[in-house]
């Protein structure tokens, strides 16, 4: 079993910057590919970005790319997700998540879930 927390959601102007923070416990961090899920009002749930659990490889979802970085620390057990430049249809409860498998995580789903926060994002 891996718990996963989410926090730094909150209420942002657009063209802002916003930071994400997940902690993770239970079992090794370090074992797990990470990413970040998000879902909208009214809408499913859609990947965001993932990072490889070595590191040296991340995967973003087009309408993020360049705006949004996803980034690790196994020595704090934690990821993270910054956000800038962000627009009023990034508002949505965004989830972290963990898979045992790279080609799962990129495919749009993972083995575990974190309770979401809360990002919105006004004109």
């Known amino acids: 079993q891996v718990q996963l927390v989410e926090s730094g959601g909150g209420l942002v102007q657009a063209g802002g910057s916003l930071r994400l923070s997940c902690a993770a416990s239970g079992r090794t961090f370090s074992n797990y590919n990470m990413g970040w899920f998000r879902q909208a009002p009214g809408k499913e749930r859609e990947f965001v970005a993932a990072i490889h659990w070595s590191g040296g490889r991340t995967y973003y979802v087009d309408s993020v790319k360049g705006r949004f970085t996803i980034s690790r620390d196994n020595a704090k057990n934690t990821v993270s997700l910054h956000m800038n430049s962000l627009k009023p249809e990034d508002t949505a409860i965004y989830y972290c998540?963990?898979?045992?498998?790279?080609?799962?995580?990129?495919?749009?789903?993972?083995?575990?879930w974190g309770q979401g926060t809360q990002v919105t994002v006004s004109s």
């Open positions: 998540a963990a898979a045992r498998s790279w080609g799962t995580m990129v495919a749009g789903t993972a083995d575990y």
